[in-house]
């Protein structure tokens, strides 16, 4: 559907932005018409003078159909230091991003469209937001610490520079980062370094008393603890997935709801159960030769000894 010379080095990482991405909802056929046509379309010929050499060309880009399935970004991150930002159905709407360094994660916000949010990570060992930027444009990270994007960020603080993006450093210290996930419903953000698994509470869909939590830490998870790691903490690379669990339900989940249905008290109570269940965003993390599966729980007003505290979330090792 699309080529992307973005990079001059190894693609290290790569996202999407919403994810899951949308259903089609156009049908087939219309979409091979659509495709059909900006093929067939009559491209304009060029006028070589005798005698000249011709060079090899790009093939120009198709048109992908503008439909509910297409309507996504992608991002990729490289040895280059660049990420790069992209539309997949508009060729105009694409940012490329120097950091520098190696980067080898990166992560869109589920509502990349709407709020051009990003995490990347690389060597570095810098979790950095970036939020904001142009179309069209190729810039430099303020966390290179050169005297350009110095500059450039300071004239955009006062109101003189164009929109080049906002970075910001969210933690460091720890390491190389070789892995970001967000959540699949916004609210938060997992990446390893070489220290650990960290899951942090995003800025998506907080209330109001919780404003001040957007971009904290909720949880801190051990690297593996084995005798080999030092030798082989080159090698073994974390890796999370974010478990949807409604492409997990079995039959036996469909017999016990209709089990629970008998009666309207215990669909009541089954429904509630699975409402409060459903809070619980479940997460997958392989890392050499050990296996996590943690739960992370929704936060809220604190009981007994805790009682008043508020807190925005927390997580649980349910399986090692």
Known sequence: MRVYHAHTASVTGISISPYPPPLATAKPDAVTRVALEAKNTPKKASTVASGSSTTPRTP????VPNIPSNAIYIATSSLDGNVCVASLVDI???QLRNFARPVQAVALSPDYKNDHTYISGGLAGNLVLTVGGRSGTSTTSSTTGTV?????????????GSNTGQDTVLHSGEGAIN????????????????????IMRSNIKLDNADTEAAWKRIAHVDRPQEDDWEEMAAVWKGRAEWIDEKT????????A??????TPATAKLK????????????LLVGWGGTIWI?????????????AGERTVGRAEIIKM
């Open 179 to 198: 892995t970001i996930k967000w959540s699949l419903s916004g609210k938060y953000v997992v990446w390893i370094n070489e220290q650990g698994i960290k």
């Open 60 to 63: 120009p880009q198709q048109v």
């Open 148 to 160: 350009a994007a110095t500059t450039s960020g300071w004239l955009g603080a006062i109101g003189l």
């Open 294 to 306: 943690i739960n992370v729980h929704p936060g809220g007003v604190g009981t007994g000894k805790n």
């Open 92 to 94: 105009k709407d694409v």
């Open 257 to 262: 709801r209709e089990e629970a249905a008998s």
């Open 271 to 282: 429904e509630q159960a699975t409402q409060g269940s459903r809070r619980i965003e479940k």
């Open 248 to 255: 997990l339900e079995s039959d036996e989940d469909d017999k």
